[in-house]
């Protein structure tokens, strides 16, 4: 039954007779039906947000069932359209590292792979990479202020990041060394942050170290 065929090896041959009941036949022949696209397990990258844009893994795996995978390769296209990479080629569809520009921006990442007749699949992806570090802005005391009221000086400093933020720590030479004075867990991002140091007469040296929630 040559009708509805489904993907596999089948065989025929043509056989006829003439009217005098002399019968031949042709050789037998294997063909093989294949009409279904590789089948691609996308591992990583995952949906989520990586820290790094260096060394990036594309772990994956692709089956066939029949013919057997020609080629693999993918593309990534960032969240404002710019095509990022074009068509790479994936040598013998193993699992790589990539690397993709530093900054704070989402990504799509399709993966394609067709087998020996050209059936194509593919598997998309969408992830983000943040690698720029918080900004800060030390509020208060401003560089070059001089102080004369009172001994407990407020240090003010607000930090922003897209991804939040881990930790902040004040570092200042009032001990007679430049070293971590007090640490804000948990900061809130965008917003005006504090402590109180009790200080003597002197020239004092301060700064605000921030972590984001991706280290």
């Known amino acids: 039954n040559w009708t509805n065929l489904q993907d596999g090896n089948y065989t025929y041959n043509v056989s006829m007779t003439d009217s005098s009941n002399n019968r031949n036949s042709?050789?037998?022949?294997?063909?093989?039906?294949?009409?279904?696209?590789?089948?691609?397990?996308?591992?990583?990258?995952m949906e989520g947000t990586y820290s790094n844009n260096n060394t990036l893994e594309l772990n994956f795996s692709v089956s066939d069932n029949l013919i057997g995978i020609s080629s693999c390769?993918?593309?990534?296209?960032?969240?404002?359209?710019?095509?990022?990479?074009?068509?790479?080629?994936?040598?013998g569809c193993n699992n790589i590292t990539f690397g993709l520009p530093s900054g704070d921006i989402d990504y799509n990442l399709t993966l394609f792979s067709n087998d020996t007749?050209?059936?194509?699949?593919?598997?998309?992806?969408?992830?983000?990479?943040?690698?720029?570090?918080?900004?800060?802005?030390?509020?208060?005391?401003?560089?070059?202020?001089?102080?004369?009221?009172?001994?407990?000086f407020y240090f003010n400093f607000t930090a922003t990041d897209l991804?939040?933020?881990?930790?902040?720590?004040?570092?200042?030479?009032?001990?007679?060394?430049?070293?971590?004075?007090?640490?804000?867990?948990?900061?809130?991002?965008?917003?005006?942050?504090?402590?109180?140091?009790?200080?003597?007469?002197g020239l004092y040296l301060w700064n605000v170290r921030v972590n984001d929630t991706l280290g």
Do not use: C, K
Request: glycine residues 8%; negative net charge.
């Open 26 to 45: 042709t050789e037998t022949r294997t063909i093989t039906l294949d009409m279904t696209s590789p089948i691609i397990n996308l591992v990583q990258p």
């Open 73 to 91: 390769w993918y593309r990534v296209v960032n969240s404002t359209g710019s095509l990022i990479r074009n068509n790479i080629t994936i040598a």
């Open 117 to 152: 007749l050209n059936n194509l699949n593919q598997s998309v992806v969408t992830f983000g990479v943040r690698t720029n570090a918080p900004a800060i802005i030390l509020n208060y005391p401003e560089e070059g202020t001089h102080i004369r009221n009172g001994t407990n």
């Open 163 to 201: 991804d939040g933020l881990d930790t902040a720590q004040l570092y200042g030479n009032w001990s007679g060394i430049f070293a971590l004075n007090y640490t804000w867990l948990n900061p809130n991002s965008g917003v005006m942050n504090f402590t109180t140091v009790n200080l003597t007469d």
